[in-house]
C-alpha cells in the first residue's frame, strides 16, 4: 500500500469547515483513498473512500486532486464532537476479492474549538 | 446489528499468565483481524483471517496465537503474557464484498504486570 503523510494536529473552530489534507505521492492506479477516524479510547470508524472522483455522504467530503497524488476530507460544519483523530489509508481496489492489509499511521489529531 | 462485538473490555494479567481476547462479528464478514495500539504508534496488525480454518501473520505476531473455526468468532490468544503486551487490541471485520470496509470493535484494554 502506498504511504500516506498527514500533519499530527489541526484546530477548527466549531460550526466552521475543517479540512484534513493528507499527501499519497506514490499512490498507484488501482488505489482507492480510504479515510476513518477514532474517537477518544473508540474503535476506528468508517467516513469515507474514493478513487479519482470527488465524493460526498452524510458525514464529510472527500476531494481528491487531479493527479491522484493529494485529497482532503471536508467536514462542513465542525461540532465537538468531531474531535478524533482522523486517518488517511491507501489501499487497492475495494473489490479485488482479497485480503488487504491496511496500515493505520498516526492520523491527524483534529480538536475542535468552541 | 450488534456489528463486532469484543470481550472482556478491560483486563489485568501478570506476567506469565495467559488469556484469550474474544472477538464475534454478526454481518457473515469473511476476513477479521486483530490490531494492537499503542500510544503514539497507530495501529499495528497482529493477525488476520480471510475465512475459516485459514489465519496468516500481520505486522507484530511474536506471542499471540490465533485461530478461525467459524465466520463468526476469531479469538486472540497470549499464551504468556508479557509487560510489552499492555495495550489496546482492537477487532476488526471486513467483506471483499462490502467495498473492504473495516468495522471495528470497541476494544479491549489489556495491562501486563
Known amino acids: 500500500d502506498a504511504k500516506t503523510t498527514q500533519p499530527p494536529s489541526m484546530d477548527c473552530a466549531e460550526g466552521r469547515a475543517a479540512n484534513l489534507p493528507c499527501n499519497h505521492s506514490t499512490i498507484s492506479g488501482n488505489e482507492y483513498v480510504y479515510w476513518y477516524r477514532q474517537i477518544h479510547s473508540q474503535g476506528p470508524q468508517y467516513i469515507i473512500h474514493g478513487l479519482k472522483n470527488n465524493e460526498t455522504n452524510e458525514m464529510a467530503s472527500l476531494i481528491i486532486t487531479e493527479d491522484r497524488k493529494s485529497s482532503t476530507l471536508i467536514l462542513p460544519h465542525a461540532t465537538l464532537r468531531d474531535t478524533a483523530v482522523y486517518y488517511c489509508i491507501v489501499r487497492a481496489h475495494p473489490y479485488s476479492g482479497g485480503y488487504q492489509k491496511v496500515t493505520f499511521g498516526i492520523g491527524t489529531k483534529l480538536q475542535v474549538i468552541p | 446489528n450488534a456489528g463486532v462485538t469484543q470481550t472482556p473490555k478491560f483486563q489485568v494479567l501478570k506476567t506469565g499468565q495467559s488469556m484469550t481476547l474474544q472477538c464475534a462479528q454478526d454481518?457473515?464478514?469473511?476476513?477479521m483481524s486483530w490490531y494492537r495500539q499503542d500510544p503514539g504508534m497507530g495501529l499495528r496488525l497482529i493477525h488476520y483471517?480471510?475465512?475459516?480454518?485459514?489465519?496468516d501473520q500481520g505486522e507484530v505476531p511474536n506471542g499471540y496465537n490465533v485461530s478461525r473455526s467459524t465466520t463468526e468468532d476469531f479469538p486472540l490468544r497470549l499464551l504468556s503474557a508479557a509487560p510489552s503486551q499492555t495495550s489496546v487490541y482492537f477487532c476488526?471485520?471486513?467483506?471483499?464484498?462490502?467495498?473492504?470496509?473495516?468495522?471495528f470493535g470497541a476494544g479491549t484494554r489489556l495491562s501486563v504486570l
Open positions: 454481518m457473515n464478514h469473511e476476513y
Open positions: 476488526a471485520s471486513s467483506s471483499g464484498r462490502a467495498k473492504n470496509i473495516q468495522y
Open positions: 483471517s480471510v475465512g475459516a480454518g485459514i489465519t
